[in-house]
């Protein structure tokens, strides 16, 4: 419940940027592509300010650490990030408004910043 507190407590905090693209950053356990409700809440929250702001252009960035096969490491950042742009269309987001970019597999940064999706909405 802490966890959850914390994280809407800093989506309230991205909804007060005053730039015209807002971040949104969903996190995944190791080796996992599955969205757990911490991680549904955020999507859901990404695409309720998708909606508001109209025609907005939604680019989900999926992240994955390099651990040793960079095809598998490649494909679970592709997965994440199909995976967190099908919430979002089923959330309301147009799947034509909603452009997906995997992150090649790196390891610079191996710990919990490699497990993440990146969404960025931005306004036309």
């Keep these: 419940m802490r966890r959850l507190s914390l994280v809407l407590g800093l989506c309230v905090l991205a909804g007060c940027s005053t730039g015209s693209s807002r971040k949104y950053v969903v996190f995944f356990t190791h080796g996992s592509a599955a969205l757990d409700e911490t991680a549904q809440t ?3 929250h990404a695409a309720a300010t998708a909606l508001a702001k109209g025609r907005a252009n939604v680019i989900v960035e999926g992240y994955a650490a390099a651990h040793g096969d960079l095809s598998a490491d490649e494909l679970l950042a592709m997965d994440r990030a199909r995976i967190v742009a099908d919430q979002l269309a ?35």
Excluded: K, T, Y
């Design 42 to 44: 955020i999507v859901s």
């Design 90 to 124: 089923r959330d309301g987001v147009a799947p034509s408004a909603i452009r997906q970019a995997p992150r090649a597999p790196s390891n610079e940064n191996v710990s919990v910043a490699a497990r993440r999706v990146e969404i960025e909405i931005v306004a036309q």
